[in-house]
């Protein structure tokens, strides 16, 4: 059976057919309602609606154009990773003749339904077309198996990916054809972990404005199939008064949920209130996603206050020159009631400051939170005042509970901006420049951090730094008054750096000159004096040719040639090369060569080669045989083969080589006897 990619006529007619069957729709069955699944349990899907959605690139194994693999039959599952490690995981076929793909993608910070546009999400995946279990285990491929026939007998697992801490992940479960038994997806041999070490608690809860419904906020997400629908999973320390129904809006598209309504019967009068959780009828409390239960028998505190209106009495602080304030509120506004304009409100201030719109964070027309939106940034620090007014609606702001906030004011302060430019002074010196360091005192600034070629810092206003070296130095500074902060950077040119340097032929033959050039840095250099170890001496900045007489008491001498370079500030540096003078540079072989280690004519080598480039030199024996070879002249043959001395006789050498001095080539054949 051809499956799942456009390899013949027939896996075309699938996928025009596939293409033509009816979209996924059940829950589970699109990224953006994928089941989620925790390392510590079994998930057991038994059927799987058959369906086709869009098509999904695989990568090495999908074409171009419309040869992506078909999204068929899925099923979506997502999970978060808690600890980094690898991800080990079985999907076993209810039938083991089913023949189960997947693929794993990395969603975090990405809509799900980005797995059909973006390929840089995908982690890895099996689409073998082998039966049996399939998934991700240390004896995988490390690569994604593309479609096959089932006798191709491919390894259907792959190597186990690596998570991230913190990343979100979603992994498609999908079968070709329209006949199977289901599966199970169980994880585990890896070393990373996906199952949440928070366990569930309930978190919080508030009445509704009537007293009918008490909004009950968890600490993470639980199962929807947890919850009663009858709201025994609750009772409320009231005689007389219960939990009729609890229902959370998140249901309707998904597995789980964080918040959940619960519906009491009589209404709830002012006054205070405990409402705890039970096993309700369903025989348990409230379960997360790795089947851990909310406590039997936990409470929270419910306070039903008389229904007053909602002041404006809280302002998030705001950060440095804001354009938007954000004002929180008690109980929820309803959204319809802010003025989008923003004319319910105006603020005054050290500078005129106008209002040019305001809106929630709405949800069910209520937000907690309003932002005002001015027309420019707040940048000159002082105190502020916003007020709140009748706007062009006609009224100010409206609570949930439809309670009309009186008008009223609220104060807050804006810290100016921040300017980090700072002031440098140089002091000169031979051993060491200093350099005193300046910050004038505004904008409220109390926070300085240096940094001196990211090698040293300060946190001081004006702190003063010491230089040995006296390249350009690279000094940057973050000035910040708490709220605001800038950052400004400088580079330090000292006008006394000094750098000796020169470059010289490094060997000198008989009768050759040797060639000098100066490559000083410096700004002011006022004296130069060399010593060229000839007998010679010069204080120009760029000397003539030297030359050197031949060495007496050996083939060659290292001879050192010294520049002392001094500048206007009185300060000098020295730089010395050392050259080499050879006696000879005639390039040739001898005709003889006696190996007894007597320390004469020991070894075969061409001699005096300074002047070659590219040297090979070979050594054959009467038999034709290379028995020695080099391309470095100074290797010389002892007159060894394989580790044996070589007979005493005649041998043949061929030497070539590139003579550096005009660029030609040169090749030389001739004989050596090795006496023994």
Not at 113 to 136: E, F, H, M
């Amino acid at each position: 059976m051809i499956r799942k990619v456009l390899i013949s006529l027939l896996s075309f007619f699938l996928m025009v057919t596939c293409a033509k069957a009816q979209g996924c729709t059940v829950l589970g069955q699109n990224p953006s309602t994928a089941f989620p699944v925790c390392g510590t349990t079994t998930f057991i899907q038994n059927t799987v609606p058959i369906c086709n959605s869009t098509d999904l690139f695989v990568p090495g194994c999908s074409g171009t154009g419309t040869a992506d693999y078909q999204n068929k039959n899925p099923y979506w599952y997502k999970f978060t990773c808690y600890q980094s490690g690898t991800l080990g995981f079985v999907i076993t076929p209810n039938d083991l003749n089913d023949d189960y793909d997947w693929q794993l993608y990395d969603i975090t910070g990405h809509n799900p339904d980005d797995v059909y546009t973006d390929r840089t999400i995908i982690v890895s995946g099996n689409w073998a077309g082998t039966y049996a279990p399939t998934g991700a285990s240390a004896s995988g491929v490390n690569f994604i198996q593309c479609a096959s026939s089932p006798d191709a007998n491919l390894n259907a697992f792959a190597k186990m990916p690596n998570l991230i801490a913190g990343h979100n992940y979603i992994l498609l479960i999908s079968h070709f054809t329209d006949t199977q038994s289901g599966y199970s997806l169980s994880f585990g041999g890896g070393t990373s972990s996906i199952t949440d070490p928070v366990l569930p608690h309930l978190s919080k809860a508030s009445p509704s404005c009537d007293g009918t419904e008490i909004r009950v906020k968890l600490n993470k997400k639980m199962k929807c199939s947890s919850l009663a629908a009858d709201g025994s999973d609750f009772s409320i320390n009231i005689p007389g008064t219960s939990i009729v129904n609890a229902r959370s809006n998140q249901c309707a598209s998904g597995f789980d949920l964080d918040s959940v309504i619960l519906t009491v019967s009589p209404i709830l009068t002012p006054g205070n209130y405990t409402l705890k959780i039970k096993n309700g009828g369903d025989g348990n409390t409230l379960v997360d996603n790795c089947d851990r239960l909310v406590p039997v028998d936990e409470s929270l505190a419910v306070k039903v206050i008389p229904i007053v209106p909602t002041p404006l009495d809280s302002i998030t602080k705001p950060g440095c020159a804001p354009q938007t304030l954000e004002l929180v509120f008690k109980k929820g506004i309803k959204c319809n009631s802010i003025a989008a304009d923003g004319s319910d409100f105006t603020v005054t201030g050290p500078v005129p400051v106008t209002v040019s719109s305001a809106a929630g964070n709405c949800g069910n027309g209520i937000s907690s939170i309003i932002l005002v939106t001015l027309s420019a940034p707040l940048q000159v620090g002082g105190n502020y005042t916003i007020t709140l007014k009748p706007g062009s609606d006609g009224g100010t702001i409206v609570d949930e509970c439809d309670q009309v906030t009186p008008s009223s004011s609220l104060s807050f302060n804006i810290k100016d901006t921040v300017n980090a430019d700072f002031t440098y002074n140089i002091i000169y010196g031979c051993q060491a420049n200093t350099v005193d360091y300046s910050y004038a005192t505004r904008d409220g600034v109390n926070s300085w951090k240096w940094n001196f070629d990211n090698l040293r810092s300060s946190n001081l206003q004006n702190p003063v730094i010491s230089y040995t070296s006296f390249q350009p130095a690279n000094t940057r500074l973050i000035a910040s008054n708490g709220v605001c902060s800038d950052t400004a950077s400088a580079v330090i040119v000292f006008d006394n750096f000094l750098n000796a340097a020169f470059e010289i032929t490094d060997l000198v033959c008989p009768k050759d000159l040797a060639t000098i050039k100066n490559n000083t840095a410096g700004k002011i250099i006022t004296n130069w004096t060399w010593i060229f170890g000839n007998g010679n001496t010069s204080s120009i900045k760029d000397p003539t040719p030297q030359m050197y007489s031949n060495p007496v008491t050996a083939t060659v001498q290292r001879i050192p040639v010294i520049l002392i370079a001094r500048n206007n500030y009185g300060c000098q540096d020295t730089a010395v090369q050392y050259i080499k003078v050879v006696n000879n540079c005639y390039i040739a072989v001898p005709s003889a060569f006696t190996p007894n280690g007597d320390g004469l004519n020991d070894y075969l080598y061409p001699l005096n080669a300074y002047k070659a480039s590219n040297l090979k030199f070979s050594v054959y024996n009467r038999f034709g045989q290379r028995i020695f070879y080099t391309t470095d002249w100074t290797n010389k043959w002892d007159g060894r083969y394989k580790g044996q001395p070589a007979d005493a006789g005649t041998y043949v050498w061929i030497l070539t080589f590139t003579n550096t001095d005009t660029n030609k080539a040169v090749e030389q054949k001739g004989t050596s006897i090795l006496i023994r």
